[in-house]
């Protein structure tokens, strides 16, 4: 695929990484609502396949879809958005280099659910959330963050996790001085 800038294999593992950390915890939500129900722990296990140098292939796009699919069939909020969180870690590995909105959510959705669960699981308190954002923005590298500033930012949505995803999305941005400018066309403005 033709992309509007670069995006290394190193630098798709961090983002896996991030992804994976953030489903990591929040995995065994879904696997208490789920027993039985396997994808979601093979979507993460194909994230972390990725993530620590294997090879991206067909693995992680089938168990992805899989993991998206238990999120479907989910009985609560709180397991479908762990289930989702995997699905999202094993399709870091996907992630697309067109300057497209939507593609942030592969790099920050998983931490933006996990966020919400937390908040769930503390009675809906939003700052149980606001507290595993703040550890979801520490987690972050500068390459993660350079990744991120390639796109523009999030796109807003009417739901708690799309809020939530906005706002680590903001606070990641936020951090330091941008290697590389958000806009593709902002780097062509510059370039010459």
Not at 55 to 76: E, G, I, M, N
Not at 83 to 100: C, F, N, W
Not at 147 to 166: D, E, K, Q, T
């Given at each position: 695929?033709?992309?509007?800038?670069?995006?290394?294999?190193?630098?798709?593992?961090?983002?896996?990484?991030?992804?994976?950390e953030?489903?990591?915890?929040?995995?065994?939500?879904?696997?208490?609502?789920?027993?039985?129900?396997?994808?979601?722990?093979?979507?993460?296990?194909?994230?972390?396949?990725?993530?620590?140098?294997?090879?991206?292939?067909?693995?992680?796009?089938?168990?992805?879809?899989?993991?998206?699919?238990?999120?479907?069939?989910?009985?609560?909020?709180?397991?479908?958005?762990?289930?989702?969180?995997a699905?999202?870690?094993?399709?870091?590995?996907?992630?697309?280099?067109?300057?497209?909105?939507?593609?942030?959510?592969?790099i920050?959705?998983?931490?933006?659910?996990?966020?919400?669960?937390?908040?769930?699981?503390?009675?809906?308190?939003?700052?149980?959330?606001?507290?595993?954002?703040?550890?979801?923005?520490?987690?972050?590298?500068?390459?993660?963050?350079d990744?991120?500033?390639?796109?523009p930012?999030?796109?807003?949505?009417?739901?708690?996790?799309?809020?939530?995803?906005?706002a680590?999305?903001?606070?990641?941005?936020?951090?330091?001085?941008?290697?590389?400018?958000?806009?593709?066309?902002?780097?062509?403005?510059?370039?010459?």
């Amino acid at each position: 695929m033709t992309g509007d800038f670069e995006l290394t294999d190193d630098e798709l593992r961090v983002v896996a990484r991030y992804a994976a950390e953030s489903a990591q915890q929040v995995l065994p939500v879904f696997e208490q609502a789920c027993p039985d129900d396997l994808r979601p722990r093979a979507a993460l296990d194909a994230a972390w396949t990725f993530a620590g140098g294997g090879r991206r292939t067909k693995l992680q796009r089938v168990t992805s879809l899989d993991a998206h699919r238990a999120a479907a069939a989910a009985p609560t909020e709180a397991a479908r958005l762990a289930a989702q969180a995997a699905g999202d870690a094993a399709s870091a590995a996907y992630l697309h280099p067109i300057a497209k909105a939507h593609q942030v959510g592969h790099i920050l959705r998983a931490a933006a659910n996990a966020a919400r669960i937390a908040e769930l699981t503390a009675g809906d308190d939003p700052r149980a959330g606001d507290a595993a954002l703040d550890l979801a923005r520490q987690r972050a590298t500068p390459v993660l963050v350079d990744v991120l500033r390639r796109y523009p930012p999030a796109p807003a949505g009417r739901s708690r996790p799309a809020h939530l995803m906005s706002a680590l999305d903001a606070a990641l941005r936020a951090l330091g001085s941008p290697a590389t400018p958000a806009d593709p066309a902002d780097a062509r403005e510059t370039s010459g």
